[in-house]
């Protein structure tokens, strides 16, 4: 998937240090979104001026953002709706793998390996939230 131009934009603007990061979150939401039944093609673009990624073809998933901030320099994030209960399921799968923000993120510091397999299955969840109703 070609990245949008706004979003480009937006990567090329995070320190060099982060954007490595930014751009594996990123790839893992595009893989994931390619590899999972029902999902179908996915929209990148800029909301709250924050990468996100929307489920627009199929409509069988909520928006994922991704972002780095300035006043929290040492971490970035996976944001989803926080009228989902995403943040709820990935907290009861995962209580010692992630770092969690009330029902809106998962939040990695830029020090930490992320762990894949756990990750791409919140993300999987996040982009089949309407198809799977948990």
Known sequence: MQMDKTVKEKFAAYPKHVRPK?????KLI???AANTEGVGAIEETLKWGEPSYLTTESKSGT????DWKEKLPDQ???YVNCKTTL???YRSLFP???????NRAVVFKLDDELAEDELRLCIRMALRYHI???
């Open 22 to 26: 930014m751009k594996y979150l990123r």
């Open 63 to 66: 928006t994922i953002r991704i």
């Open 96 to 102: 010692n793998v992630f770092n969690y923000q009330g």
């Open 132 to 134: 799977d109703k948990i």
């Open 30 to 32: 595009v893989d994931v």
């Open 87 to 89: 943040v709820d399921s």
């Open 76 to 78: 970035y994030a996976m």
